[in-house]
């Protein structure tokens, strides 16, 4: 769904027939203007998108931005200023704000794991465990807080999972489906085999199919034993279990990548206000 989609939709839920109280309490000439202002601390994302919202509700409204998406703010900044018909300020004030908060939440907390292992070369990525449709928004905020981006979707990498490794068969023969499958499909995708052992991280090696080998619920000293195996003929990735406390731990055993699946699926929002000046 691409961002004009996802208003339009968004809007049809929120405002259904229209928004009565404002139609009911506001004179449609009603000229006026709000600020949007910082109740927390933190990085802000989702200016690009408010801007976005604003414009398909009313594209006579003017926007006076005085921060951009990756901002720090603290409490009492004013992001933007929003000027024109009062009813359509209002009309887009929740969808604006909904946005905004999530995604400067997840910024916010992204970039709370990216200096917890500064100084490293490893990169924290987000998963799949998004928002139904508001997977593109989250993604974006991820990046905007200094992260990286897993596969988006089912379709953009192969990740062959525990579930996947034993329904197939063994390491082995998911693996040699999964070449076959792209081979034959004229795909040029990635293949990621995540691992539970020692043994399991030999026999994808002796594969030499993944060009990304997870590990999936290890403890730091053990993912540095996996690194060790890999010898860098592939990437390697440490996922399960991560936290902003152990992080840096497992950063420093080496891997490529961490992924945590806690930058969007149990995320705190932003505290963010628009108010009529």
Not at 49 to 71: H, Q, W, Y
Not at 104 to 110: D, N, P, V
Not at 141 to 166: C, E, Q, S, T
Request: glycine fraction near 8%; proline fraction near 2%.
């Amino acid at each position: 769904m691409d961002l004009k989609e996802f208003i339009t939709a968004s809007l049809k839920e929120d405002v259904g027939s229209g928004d009565h109280t404002s139609l009911s309490t506001i004179p449609s000439n009603k000229l006026g203007k709000a600020r949007l202002l910082v109740k927390e601390d933190g990085i802000v994302a989702g200016i690009e998108v408010a801007f976005a919202i604003f414009k398909e509700v009313d594209p006579n409204l003017t926007i006076d931005l005085k921060s951009k998406d990756g901002d720090r703010v603290s409490i009492g900044d004013e992001l933007f200023y929003v000027e024109g018909h009062i009813q359509s300020i209002l009309k887009a004030e929740r969808l604006v704000l909904n946005c905004m908060q999530r995604m400067s939440g997840i910024a916010t907390t992204t970039n709370k794991y990216v200096k917890a292992i500064e100084g490293t070369d490893a990169k924290v990525l987000d998963t799949r465990k998004t928002t139904p449709l508001l997977r593109d928004l989250e993604k974006q905020a991820v990046k905007i807080g200094g992260g990286f981006n897993h596969r988006f979707g089912l379709y953009d990498m192969i990740l062959i999972k525990d579930n996947h490794v034993d329904s197939a068969g063994g390491i082995t023969t998911a693996l040699e489906s999964a070449k076959k499958y792209i081979s034959d499909k004229g795909l040029q995708i990635p293949i990621e085999i995540e691992t539970r052992s020692f043994e399991e991280i030999k026999e994808a090696l002796a594969c030499g199919i993944a060009d990304r080998i997870m590990f999936d619920n290890f403890s730091p000293e053990q993912v540095k034993e996996g690194v060790s195996l890999v010898n860098k003929k592939c990437e390697t990735e440490a996922s399960g279990g991560i936290t902003i406390v152990n992080i840096r731990e497992y950063a420093l055993a080496g891997v490529d990548c961490i992924s945590v699946g806690a930058l969007t699926h149990s995320v705190k929002s932003l505290d963010l206000s628009l108010k009529i000046i």
